[in-house]
């Protein structure tokens, strides 16, 4: 070890406390960088598994290989490994309700493909002999056809055949061409399992045949076999070569006609495949899988994620080299004196550059590994973190991998960070004139005009005040850092806390707007009239209520409107010219809702009306929320009355039957009494409407709605998953209905959103902190650095009798001076960002109003002033506890 | 009469092996309005001997009385506030604080005592200083004999009971070295002030009226 390096290591050692500052400050900042890597890598790695358990675990699949073919492929060095299936063929299965999936299809798979091949079990296990088979659930779901494990069932199996062609499962059953199953022969399996519907590329959406799989006893004595196979890395490169190898075509033409990118007429198409050739077999790639796999950023989601991962490293690359940078700058400052003299006795420039970048060496050795270490440990922890909240939100788990890539960014980026940080030090370092150095003249360089402080300074805080307020302003540069990473802080913390809370109260706001927790959207028949008063009387349900959705038109006049509607809608009420240049009447549609009798008595009996006196009427909700843009183009919403109709007032009209099957546009007559004007709602309807509504009981249904009408019920359950569950049994068990339904439980939607947000405000707050921690680590050596080196100046002022107590308001009040700047600027910007970030979530919308994020705000007034007077009292402690003489007397020397 | 008076003073930096007696029993004690000069050579403990009388440090045995008062009895606080009023301290490194501008820190004293600045005063000072045209330079805008000079204002500004200078001039060369003197002799004619200074400069001491000789912490001579 040269005798420089050896005085860098003892000087690290001299100024312990800022090594080690400086050496956390660089592992938050490489732990940071592992983490986001390791949490790409592993969403990367995540989504490669979701993928090999959705679709399998292959890259390619070929059909019809012959023997030959197999064992040629086994020899591939491409390959890795193999997995062989043998289509047995199909078999008519009797009692299958879907008349466009009439049949079994049967397959064998060896070993490896019963592994890897993406079989979920719902029930029971893997086949384990030839006479054991997995059906799958869609055979009842979709099917009708209910078999059980442990049931035997018998097939006959054969080549599906249609005016003499062999057809696949690529080939649709189709019911106007006649087809039959030749070659048959009669299997007898056990039925030891049930597995989920195979992905499309292995059972297309309009594939025939349900796909049944027993166990291939022996994959060598197979004549022909559909073989999946998983290229070896070497192999996934190049795959497009690899394949075209295996196809043994035109390898250029393959890619070109099979790469990314290429848009090709239909002539060049045609050439291109001319010039391929016949491929030896039928190849299907399971793409998604091959993408993911053969590049690091090869897809979409890991794109998106990609460039929020290049921000996120930016942020942190920025922060550090700012942070980690100003310790170098101290420790050189520091060491002014000791590089002068070396140059004096003949260092040279680059001898004194390598000693920095030496000193940094060290830094980064100790720094480094561990802030690997640690941040492999928290993108597992936060793995876990993310998998508990939204778990349940995905479909897959995110699996946390151990990634040497992830290790090596983060390792790159580190040295790229401290060499960027140590780069400007090693220059001024290397320019040191030795005795400008020696005599450390450089470094003071104030201007009398530059330094001024307020009378009212001095008159209020005294001497001391003023010393410290010209204090700041000659340190402008060195307090600069500090300032400017409180105020990042400060400002990143009040935006992000905003953004957080935002996210809760839209949640709260969505969920508290509602007075039902569980919304079911259908299509009405029949069946489901049946079932609705089963569903009103599931256990818990508190309240029940059904909504059907029509429209009346009417002849309006302008006395019907408001003055306030009319003002922004003045055509209302009002005849106009066609086209034609006739006049036409002016028709009003006004939307109707139909609501299940026993809620409409409810509802009117809440409105203090009597049922039996209402029960033919209908209740105007009348009050609108309408948008609008002032002349500057503001956006505003005013609430207002629509009509001027009143109570006895009627409405005569017509109401357009939609989805008749029978009678296509066919209208109905309406003229109904108006029983009240009210902005009471009934359950589940919105309070804010862009439009009056009108709502009517349940002996309208068959009147005014056909019986397939769209519709909705909304419940309040005391137990809304429970009651979700029961109505998807209801639902699951009728088996003829055709129409849709879809159920939404909010409870569970808002617990979802919660939980989701929940993980983005441990991310964003974790994130936020440790760049807090880089922060302060700088702070920390900014500030004890600045104390130390005006410690000869502490000295003098106590020679000349500066009091202990005097001497530690100076300091506090220098502490207070610039924490009030740093939150000066960093609590507008704060604020600033956190409107902004209001602005763009909840543009336009009413729901929430903008409030200041006065808690976040208090936070950092309290975490900053905190944060300097602990670290101004650590350095007073140490510099009180000098000898005044002994100070003075060292700096002498 | 006695503005000074040592009695007895030692101290011992460090304990057993590393023991240095750095002043061993020493007394004298000094009239108002004498210049005197400690001369002796590096480690005979005549700058120990100025911090103690200075009140910067404390002794390890015996007494040092400034105006008949024992200083020593003051606790830190109580003694800080009788050194802005009583003593004027000079270094050979001048010791500014950089920030201030020559009038701010040669009134640093009384600003700490919240005392008003007789403008006077002040200006008759700097004029003695030669100091009128750079009374708004910071000390980084000044030669070395201007800020030595600066710091003898700042301890001149109180009307100190004594002022101790600890090798005023050992960082000059001999122009400003004999003008810095000069200054301090003027000052006790001037204005009868006590002086006492340190240097190991024999031409120099030849401007006091009495030399103390100073070797391995005692004194060997006057």
């Not at chain 1, 879907?98 to 049949?103: C, S």
């Not at chain 1, 900053?864 to 000898?883: A, D, P, R």
Request: proline share 2%; aromatic share 10%; charged share 25%.
């Amino acid at each position: 070890m040269t005798l420089l390096n050896r005085l860098t290591l003892k000087n690290l050692k001299l100024n312990k406390k800022r090594t080690i500052v400086t050496v956390i400050g660089i592992i938050l900042s490489v732990a940071l960088l592992t983490a986001v890597a390791s949490m790409f890598f592993s969403a990367r790695e995540s989504l490669i598994q979701f993928q090999k358990q959705e679709q399998g675990n292959y890259h390619y699949s070929f059909t019809s290989v012959l023997q030959e073919g197999v064992q040629e492929l086994k020899q591939n060095r491409k390959i890795e490994s193999l997995y062989v299936t043998k289509t047995l063929g199909y078999a008519k299965l009797d009692g299958v309700e879907n008349e466009y999936k009439p049949y079994a299809y049967v397959k064998e798979f060896d070993q490896e493909a019963l592994e890897n091949m993406s079989i979920t079990l719902t029930e029971g296990r893997l086949p384990e002999n030839a006479n054991e088979i997995l059906i799958p659930t869609h055979l009842k779901s979709n099917g009708g056809l209910a078999l059980k494990v442990g049931e035997t069932i018998t097939l006959e199996v054969g080549t599906r055949v249609s005016e003499g062609g062999v057809l696949n499962q690529f080939n649709p059953f189709n019911t106007e061409v006649p087809e039959e199953i030749v070659d048959t022969q009669t299997k007898t399996y056990k039925i030891v399992g049930i597995m989920e519907r195979f992905a499309y590329r292995i059972e297309n959406y309009e594939a025939p045949g349900y796909t049944f799989v027993s166990y291939l006893e022996d994959s060598d004595s197979v004549k022909e076999a559909d073989v999946y196979v998983r290229y070896t890395k070497e192999g996934l490169k190049d795959y497009l070569r690899t394949t075209a190898q295996i196809l043994e075509v035109d390898e250029e033409a393959y890619v070109a006609l099979n790469g990314p990118g290429a848009a090709f007429t239909e002539e060049e198409h045609a050439e291109f495949q001319e010039k391929v050739g016949e491929p030896k077999y039928d190849a299907v790639a399971n793409d998604y899988l091959i993408t993911l796999e053969s590049g690091v950023f090869g897809d979409s989601t890991l794109n998106a994620l990609a460039s929020a991962v290049v921000i996120v490293v930016i942020i942190i690359i920025v922060t550090s080299v700012f942070c980690i940078k100003n310790s170098f700058d101290i420790s050189i400052t520091e060491k002014i004196r000791q590089y002068g003299m070396l140059a004096s006795i003949g260092a040279t420039k680059k001898q004194i550059k390598k000693n920095v970048y030496y000193e940094a060496m060290i830094l980064g050795a100790l720094g480094i590994p561990l802030g690997i270490l640690s941040g492999v440990f928290a993108a597992f922890v936060l793995i876990q973190i993310s998998n508990l909240f939204i778990g349940d939100m995905l479909d897959f788990d995110l699996v946390f991998s151990f990634s040497w890539l992830a290790i090596l960014f983060a390792v790159v980026l580190g040295i790229v960070t401290l060499l960027l940080s140590a780069r400007k030090s090693a220059n001024r370092a290397s320019k040191i004139a030795p005795i400008q150095a020696i005599r450390n003249s450089g470094e003071i360089k104030i201007r009398a005009k530059k330094i001024k402080s307020p009378k009212w300074v001095k008159k209020v805080f005294g001497i001391g005040g003023e010393i410290s307020y010209k204090n700041l302003q000659r340190s402008k540069k060195k307090y600069r850092t500090t300032v400017v990473s409180i105020v990042v802080c400060v400002s990143v913390f009040i935006a992000l806390s905003s953004f957080v809370n935002l996210a809760f109260d839209t949640i709260r706001a969505e969920f508290q707007g509602t007075d039902y927790n569980l919304q079911l959207v259908y299509q009405n028949n029949e069946e489901i009239e049946e079932k609705k008063e089963e569903i009103r009387n599931l256990e818990g349900v508190k309240r029940f209520i059904d909504t059907a959705f029509t429209s009346v038109e009417f002849e309006a006049d302008e006395e019907q409107f408001t003055d306030e509607y009319l003002k922004v809608y003045p055509k209302a009420g009002k005849d106009y010219k066609d086209e034609n240049g006739e006049m036409q009447k002016y028709y009003e549609s006004l939307d109707v809702r139909v609501i299940n009798e026993e809620a409409f008595q409810e509802y009117v009996e809440s409105l203090h009306l009597k049922y039996e006196e209402v029960k033919e009427k209908g209740i105007l909700l009348n009050t609108v929320w309408v948008s609008q843009y002032d002349e500057e183009g503001k956006y505003s919403q005013i609430e207002m009355e629509q009509y001027s109709m009143k109570a006895g007032d009627r409405i005569k009209g017509q109401v357009t039957l939609d989805y008749d099957e029978d009678a296509q546009n066919a209208t109905a007559d309406l003229d109904i009494e108006i029983a009240k004007v009210t902005d009471e709602v009934p359950m589940g309807m919105e309070e804010y409407r862009a439009s009056a509504s009108l709502v009517v009981g349940g002996s309208y249904y068959g009147k005014i709605l056909n019986s397939h009408h769209h519709a909705y019920i909304y419940i309040d359950s005391e137990d809304a998953g429970k009651t979700q569950e029961e109505i998807e049994e209801i639902f699951d068990n009728m088996s003829s209905y055709d129409g849709y339904y879809h159920l939404n439980n909010l409870e569970e939607n808002a617990r979802m959103m919660q939980s989701f947000y929940t993980l983005i405000s441990i991310f964003l707050y974790g994130f936020i902190t440790v760049i807090a921690l880089i922060g302060v680590t700088n702070i920390f050596n900014t500030i004890t650095t600045n104390m130390n080196l005006r410690r000869r100046e502490f000295a003098t002022l106590k020679s000349v009798g500066m009091t202990k107590k005097e001497f530690n308001r100076m300091i506090q009040l220098e502490s207070f001076f610039y924490g009030m700047k740093s939150l000066v600027i960093g609590i507008p910007i704060g604020c600033v960002l956190s409107y902004l970030i209001y602005h763009v979530l909840a543009g336009g919308e009413i729901v929430i109003a903008y409030s200041l994020p006065i808690a976040a705000i208090l936070i950092s007034i309290i975490a900053v002033f905190l944060l300097i007077t602990v670290i101004m009292k650590y350095s007073i402690g140490k510099i009180n506890k000098q000898n005044v003489i002994e100070t003075i007397r060292n700096e002498n020397i | 009469m006695e503005i000074l008076k040592v009695e007895n003073l030692t101290k011992i930096y460090g304990k057993d092996s590393t023991e240095v007696v750095a002043l061993d029993h020493v007394s004298f004690s000094v009239q108002k309005g004498e210049f005197v000069a400690i001369v002796g050579a590096s480690g005979s403990g005549k700058s120990t001997l100025l911090h103690l009388i200075g009140g910067v440090d404390r002794p390890t045995e015996g007494k040092v009385y400034i105006d008949g008062k024992d200083i020593f009895e003051f606790d830190d606080d109580k003694l800080a506030i009788f050194r802005r009023r009583q003593v004027g301290l000079i270094y050979q490194f001048y010791n500014l604080i950089p920030i201030l501008n020559v009038e701010e820190n040669i009134t640093l004293p009384l600003s700490l005592d919240n005392r008003e600045v007789g403008e006077e005063k002040l200006n008759e000072l700097l004029k003695t200083l030669g100091m009128e045209s750079r009374r708004t330079h910071l000390p980084n805008e000044l030669s070395g004999g201007q800020q030595q000079r600066t710091s003898i204002g700042r301890a001149l500004i109180t009307n100190p009971s004594i002022i101790l200078a600890d090798e005023p001039t050992g960082n000059l060369d001999s122009k400003a070295s004999d003008e810095i003197v000069e200054l301090l002799k003027k000052s006790n004619w001037d204005y009868n002030q006590t002086i006492i200074m340190i240097t190991h400069d024999m031409e120099i001491a030849k401007y006091a009226d009495r030399i103390l000789k100073l070797e391995d912490g005692r004194i060997v001579g006057e």
